[in-house]
C-alpha cells in the first residue's frame, strides 16, 4: 500500500503538534546510502554467519577473520553518502526544543549528515577499544592496512567498538534515552526491524509513556502494531516529505 498524502499531513501534523521528538532508526536509513541492512532480502546476516562475526567468542577464536569483515564493511560505508533521510533528520532536529536521535547504526552517517544530538546505542565501526586497557580510538582500514591485527599503545589488542550479539549495550545511551522519553512527545521509529533487543523494547515502552508514535519502514515489522501511524515508505522519500509539510504547512 503507498503512502497517502493523507498519512503524510498526518505525521506531520504530530510533529507539529510535539516540542520533544524521539527518533530511533536502524539499517534501513542508510539502506539508500547503498549500505547493507542486516535482514532483508540482501541483508548482511542472510550471506554470513552473525555467531562467526559478531560475537565475543568468534572474536576469541579467529580476530583476523572478524577485523577483515569489519574493514571490509568500514570500506562500503566510507563510499557511501549520507541520504535524504538522514538529511531530514537534521533538519527535523533543529525544529526541536528537545530532540534525541538514538541509532543502531554502527555507520557515522547521521554525524556526517550534520546530527547532533545522537546516541549510539550499538557503537561505532570507526572507532576501535583496547581488549587490555579498555582504551577508544579512531579507527580506520587504512590505520593498520599493513597489519592484520591493530594494536593499542599498550600493546593489547585493539577489537572493534561494537556491540556483539551476547553483549550488553552501553548503560549511559540506554539510561540518557530512557530519560529523555520519560519528557518526550512524539517517537519515530524509522528504518529497523524492531526485533534485536534491547531496542526492541523501546517501542512498547513509549507506548506506555502516552507518547504519539510514527513509523517509517516499506515492511511491516513487531513495531507497526502499536504504533499510531505507520507510513509504509521508504526513509528517503517518507521524512523529506514529512519536513517539507512541516516547514511549508498547506
Ligand atoms: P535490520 O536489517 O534488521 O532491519 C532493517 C529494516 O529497514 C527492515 O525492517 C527493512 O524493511 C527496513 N528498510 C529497508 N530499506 C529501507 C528504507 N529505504 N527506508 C526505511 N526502512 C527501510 O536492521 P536493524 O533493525 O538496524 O546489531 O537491526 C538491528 C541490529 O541488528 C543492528 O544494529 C545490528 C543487527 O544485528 C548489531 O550488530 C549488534
Request: aromatic share 8%; net charge neutral; glycine share 8%.
Amino acid at each position: 500500500m503507498d503512502t497517502t498524502s493523507e498519512q503524510y499531513e498526518r505525521a506531520a501534523e504530530v510533529l507539529r503538534q510535539a516540542l520533544s521528538l524521539f527518533v530511533m532508526t536502524g539499517a534501513g536509513v542508510s539502506a539508500e546510502s547503498g549500505v547493507p541492512t542486516f535482514r532483508g532480502a540482501d541483508g548482511l546476516w542472510r550471506n554470513y554467519s552473525a555467531a562467526d562475526l559478531a560475537t565475543p567468542e568468534a572474536f576469541s577464536k579467529d580476530p583476523a577473520l572478524v577485523w577483515a569483515w569489519y574493514h571490509w564493511r568500514q570500506g562500503i560505508i566510507l563510499k557511501a553518502q549520507p541520504n535524504a533521510a538522514h538529511r531530514a533528520l537534521v533538519a527535523l532536529e533543529a525544529r526541536f526544543e528537545r530532540f534525541l536521535l538514538l541509532t543502531q547504526n554502527v555507520d557515522n552517517l547521521h554525524f556526517r549528515a550534520g546530527s547532533r544530538r545522537v546516541l549510539e546505542l550499538h557503537g561505532n565501526i570507526f572507532r576501535a577499544r583496547c581488549c587490555r586497557c579498555g582504551r577508544k580510538v579512531p579507527h580506520t582500514i587504512e590505520e593498520d592496512a599493513a597489519r592484520s591485527l591493530p594494536e593499542c599503545a599498550c600493546g593489547g589488542l585493539l577489537r572493534p567498538d561494537v556491540v556483539w550479539f551476547g553483549e550488553a549495550i552501553p548503560s549511559d545511551v540506554w539510561q540518557e534515552s530512557v530519560d529523555f522519553l520519560k519528557e518526550a512527545q512524539a517517537a519515530l521509529f524509522c528504518g529497523t526491524s524492531g526485533v534485536v533487543w534491547p531496542a526492541a523494547a523501546i517501542p512498547g515502552f513509549v507506548r506506555e509513556q502516552g507518547i504519539k508514535t510514527i513509523e517509517i519502514n516499506p515492511e511491516p515489522t513487531p513495531i507497526t502494531s502499536i504504533v499510531d501511524l505507520s507510513l509504509r515508505a521508504k526513509a528517503g522519500k517518507a521524512l523529506p516529505e514529512i519536513v517539507r509539510r512541516i516547514i511549508e504547512p498547506g
